[in-house]
């Protein structure tokens, strides 16, 4: 559905509405209604006349209001403590300039790896003497029998013959 | 009165009457016109003589002719509900079979004239409203 804006007034004209005017000189105006038909006939000025969204834009009528509107629709942003971070702890990090910050977050890093390393170090050892205690067990000749290799109790000795 | 909006050589017509119908002529009616005013073409006409008209003119005042109007002041209502109406009253002058003597025209002219069977006359119309 096309519709026209007044070129008095500024109102909108829906079809079936309205009025064409087609000046001697082939200028094209559209009004809404008898009443900007006959102001424009007139040869009325829309900027003084109240009502008119020509004088309502030069008189900045009704633009505040929107503004306004709008400000208030905007999604406020706030901090506030989370789970493992205090607000305190969070705003002493995004106070950090941003080289202290990726120096301590590979500070961070190292020492998280030095610790994998000792703790894989200290697992190696611990395997190794296992291993070690496993050979000798197996040099002294032992007799072992299979279910006693498994971990069952040893057999009572006969105390008569 | 009517301006004559072609360059057949009239600038104002007088309507004598509306031909087939006993009212007020509207846009794509054919009516019998007197020209009343010539029109005078180009710079070269007027800096010669002013008594005589260019040769150019295809009418003289005074001329009895027909006419189709194309423009009224008295305002149109559309089938599709819109009204139209123009600042002046004007006609395009037509032989007696219905061809516009003149070659061109100025100024729109009204789309009514489609539906009345004057295509002729809205071909040579620089717009139509």
């Not at chain 1, 990090?93 to 703790?119: D, F, L, N, V, Y």
Request: net charge positive; hydrophobic share 35%; proline share 3%.
């Amino acid at each position: 559905m096309r519709t026209y804006d007044d070129t008095f007034s500024g109102q909108k004209i829906y079809p079936g509405k309205g009025k064409l005017f087609v000046r001697s000189d082939s200028k094209i105006f559209r009004f809404q209604n008898g009443k900007t038909e006959s102001l424009f006939l007139q040869r009325k000025n829309p900027r003084r006349i109240a009502w008119t969204v020509l004088c309502r834009r030069q008189r900045r009528k009704g633009i505040s209001e929107e503004a306004a509107k709008t400000r208030r629709r905007r999604a406020v942003k706030s901090q506030r403590a989370v789970v493992g971070a205090s607000l305190d702890v969070i705003k002493e990090r995004r106070s950090q300039r941003p080289e202290a910050r990726t120096a301590a977050r590979a500070q961070a890093i190292k020492e998280g790896k030095e610790k994998k390393a000792a703790s894989d170090s200290v697992k190696k050892a611990e395997k190794a003497k296992n291993a070690g205690k496993a050979a000798s067990g197996q040099s002294t000749g032992r007799v072992i029998n299979k279910q006693g290799a498994k971990g069952a109790s040893a057999k009572p000795r006969p105390t008569t013959k | 009165m009517l301006n004559v909006i072609d360059n057949s050589g009239a600038a104002l017509a007088e309507c004598i009457q509306v031909l087939k119908m006993k009212r007020a002529a509207s846009i794509g009616d054919r009516i019998v016109i007197v020209v009343q005013k010539q029109r005078s073409f180009g710079p070269e006409t007027a800096s010669s003589s002013k008594s005589t008209v260019s040769s150019a003119n295809k009418v003289r005042r005074g001329d009895i002719r027909h006419a189709v109007v194309v423009r009224t002041a008295k305002q149109v209502q559309r089938k599709d509900g819109s009204v139209v109406k123009f600042g002046d009253n004007a006609c395009v002058l037509i032989s007696k079979a219905g061809e516009p003597i003149g070659t061109r025209l100025s100024g729109v002219v009204g789309r009514e004239l489609r539906e009345r069977g004057w295509g002729k006359v809205l071909s040579l119309a620089p717009m139509h409203l």
